[in-house]
């Protein structure tokens, strides 16, 4: 009895309780929420945080060699896992390096946690030694940040910081952690059950709207299904839902870049990915369309192409988490505000109520039409002679891994290959191809690759790669080798920054100012000197030996692969141009000089 | 290429979020980063021990920005809610003004006259000058300053507008 009254107690006063350092309570709160691996760069702004992480066992820490790295490789964790990635940087120089990945991971709704040191309190707003205005730089390229001026308030902000990055629509989170309230001593709280008031995400999806979508949808003469990233950020489970939902209607599915993956590549439903290099049947389906249901997709200018020509005539159905999402690019008639898993799940609900049942003739007829649009077979290249197309190169990879019992991952960097990837490697499962959307960025795939090693130790890797992305990064080989993450590096080298060169060659009369490389390294001797294997092929007899022999290897590869300099990516919507305005190949050309309003659009 | 003719509309926008530092400029960033106006935009804390501001902003734009105006307003983590009082029923807005006016014989007495006729008040005088504290809507104000003009006017200070739906509603009960 008398015991209990102590513990009661000891509960009550926040004096009884065990004070810790701030570095402490941080490393605390961090293990409490899961995180058993933390990528970052130390420097004297977070010392009291690295003193704190060598005085335990229970996070992992990542060496990388710049914080831009840190942040990649934290997306390339979370996408590949579902988990939130966490980095840890240190003030000025290291916060302003890590702001690409923050901006890529905001506009891909990636759930980061990034810790930034800061000059102690009192120089705030001195000028002083590495100190950056962290929380304003970054406020417009997170979801939420933080600056914690009070040691007590550190384990409820990261907390909250861990709970806003990963649910509704995930982001990154920075907390700015001043080296005073590192040091200094305070009181561990528990992640609490209860959520910030103001922050309440919505997750079910209102009944009466979605039973409305079922019957728009059962009366559909040609829907379409168009699904996006959101369905992965949902989970595993809401690409179950989306796969018996796409069978039980018999529309065709679409996938974003974003999406690849949420639908497998294999399935007869799949008529490919969508937009700017997507496949013609995608295009022409999402144009002819009368009934489209965008699930977790938000209307890129890179999907639509010209607005006032996009679909112009079908309903509009979507499913969105954020509000802000519908509406936003193109008038949807029906948006449903939840998460994507519930929501689906709401939808069969409903479309069993309504014994829903699609309109088979005129779906058998759709069909028809898509199979006929199918026939051009627009994927279609020309691999003769000893010049290896990329495309080529990409399907092969495909068949080689088709043959591994382990897990595949691929990541690219930004461009040409990007595409090609995107549009040649079928992927049947989610979590599984990581690529940089939203922002673009060249040399995201490099660190992205080496966090999802992390996570999946045993898992084959693949960063596909053109030669000028991976020289935006490639100082992470460094960590790589390190940290001995058997990553493939395949470098589909064309000498050139592909997409720009082939932007150049369409719009700009073939004047590629400034997209060759002159000078680049010898790859087989860059990845020896970091310690790894490096491989070379220049003729398509040598590709099968090539990447057999990179999958074999076990331990980093760097696979230097000379493409067809030449080769431009097809089909390709043209900007400012709709989607039944296709470049089929390279015999297409522009059909109306591009109009300026297209010039203009990136 | 969007349609072009769209309709620009003003609305006035009320949004209560939790008083804490930088805030304010993730309300002002979102405006500036995604290109939307501010006519005005005033702020207080207006619940001390709930550390509650209260935002009052009147924007422009088409039907379908002023809706993403509100999502967007809305995705901010500190804010608890968003009302378009322009749409969601009648409302009161008003809006203060100090206006100084400098000048001697009839303009002064004019000056004095326009003041009584706009229930404006005289807050400081001098024998040379007057300062009006004038409280109506912007329109009262901006026909107030207008009339000052050519009696002297030097300077205007205005609070920006702020708003409250008419009747028993709150919207700050729930939150």
């Not at chain 1, 002083?128 to 001026?149: M, S, W």
């Not at chain 2, 007057?130 to 050519?150: T, W, Y």
């Amino acid at each position: 009895m008398l015991k209990a009254f102590v513990d009661d107690y000891a509960e009550e006063d926040p004096m009884a309780r065990e004070q810790m350092t701030g570095a402490q309570i941080i490393l605390k709160a961090l293990a409490d929420q899961g995180v058993t691996d933390v990528f970052g760069y130390p420097g004297g702004a977070v010392l009291p945080i690295y003193d704190a992480i060598f005085q335990q066992n229970r996070i992992r820490h990542i060496l990388v060699r710049q914080e831009g790295g840190a942040v990649h490789a934290a997306e390339g964790y979370a996408r590949s896992t579902g988990k939130v990635g966490v980095v840890l940087v240190t003030s000025g120089p290291g916060a302003t390096n890590a702001v690409t990945g923050l901006t890529d991971a905001l506009m891909d709704s990636i759930p980061i946690v990034c810790l930034t040191g800061q000059v102690p309190t009192h120089l705030i707003g001195n000028d002083a030694f590495q100190e950056a205005d962290t929380t304003g730089i970054t406020r417009p390229c997170t979801k939420h940040n933080y600056l914690v001026k009070d040691v007590n308030d550190l384990a409820r902000v990261v907390h909250e910081a861990f709970d806003v990055a990963s649910s509704g629509r995930p982001g990154p989170v920075v907390i700015d952690l001043p080296k005073d309230v590192q040091m200094g001593l305070g009181v561990y709280v528990e992640k609490e059950a209860s959520k910030r008031k103001s922050y309440q995400p919505q997750l079910k999806g209102d009944l009466n709207k979605i039973k409305d979508a079922v019957e728009i949808i059962k009366n559909a003469k040609r829907p379409i299904i168009y699904a996006g990233g959101g369905v992965i950020n949902s989970g595993p489970a809401a690409s179950q839902l989306l796969r018996k939902f796409v069978r039980v209607t018999g529309a065709p599915c679409t996938l974003t870049l974003m999406g690849l993956g949420a639908y497998p590549a294999s399935d007869k439903q799949f008529v490919g990915m969508v937009g700017m290099h997507g496949t013609y049947e995608s295009n022409m389906a999402m144009h002819d369309c009368d009934v489209m249901v965008a699930v977790g997709a938000r209307f890129d200018d890179r999907i639509t192409g010209r607005l006032d020509a996009f679909s112009p005539d079908s309903t509009k159905i979507q499913i969105d988490i954020d509000p802000s999402s519908i509406n936003k690019n193109v008038h949807v008639d029906l948006g449903i505000v939840g998460d994507i898993g519930h929501v689906l799940e709401d939808l069969m609900k409903a479309w069993r109520a309504n014994h829903g049942k699609s309109d088979e003739n005129s779906i058998k007829k759709w069909w028809q039409q898509i199979e006929e649009w199918r026939s051009v077979d627009c994927m279609k290249f020309d691999q003769s002679g000893d010049i290896v197309k990329p495309q080529y190169a990409v399907r092969r990879l495909y068949e080689h891994t088709q043959q591994q019992s382990k897990d595949v991952f691929v990541t690219t960097e930004v461009g040409q290959h990007q595409m090609w990837t995107a549009q040649h490697f079928g992927f049947d499962k989610p979590n599984h191809w990581l690529t940089s959307g939203g922002l673009g960025t060249m040399g995201y795939g490099l660190p992205a690759a080496m966090g999802v090693q992390v996570a999946h130790p045993d898992a084959l890797v693949v960063g596909v790669a053109g030669e000028s992305s991976f020289m935006m990064n490639m100082q992470e080989l460094s960590t790589i080798q390190q940290y001995r993450l058997p990553v493939k590096c395949l470098i589909l080298n064309n000498f050139y920054m592909g997409m720009v060169r082939q932007w150049q060659e369409l719009l700009h009369g073939s004047r590629y100012s400034e997209s060759y490389m002159e000078s680049l390294p010898d790859f087989v001797k860059l990845a020896e000197a970091f310690g790894m294997t490096g491989l070379r092929a220049t003729k398509a007899s040598e590709v099968d030996d090539l990447l057999a022999e990179m999958i074999k290897i076990d331990g980093p590869v760097i696979a230097d692969l000379h493409v067809d300099p030449k080769e431009n990516v097809f089909p390709m919507i043209p900007s400012g141009a709709a989607h039944n305005d296709m470049l089929l190949g390279p015999g297409d050309k522009v059909g109306q000089p591009v109009s300026e309003d297209g010039m203009v659009l990136v | 290429m969007n349609p072009p003719e769209e309709p620009q509309r003003t609305h006035t926008i009320a949004v209560l979020v939790d008083n804490e530092p930088g805030v304010l400029a993730r309300v002002i960033g979102l405006f500036s980063g995604r290109g939307y106006n501010i006519e005005s935009l005033t702020v207080a804390e207006t619940r001390r021990g709930r550390h509650l501001s209260r935002i009052t902003v009147v924007t422009t734009g088409t039907r379908m920005v002023i809706e993403q105006i509100k999502a967007q307003l809305m995705r901010l983590i500190p804010v608890h809610s968003v009302s378009d009082l322009t749409l969601e029923g009648p409302h009161v807005e008003r809006e203060l003004a100090l206006v100084k006016v400098r000048g001697t014989g009839d303009a002064r007495v004019e000056s004095l006259r326009i003041c009584d006729i706009f229930r404006a008040r005289a807050v400081d005088s001098t024998n040379e000058s007057f300062v009006f504290e004038i409280v109506g809507n912007s329109s009262k104000i901006d026909a107030f300053v207008e009339l000052m003009r050519p009696l002297g006017l030097t300077d205007v200070s205005r609070t920006g507008v702020v708003a409250i739906l008419r009747g028993p509603e709150s919207m700050e009960s729930e939150s």
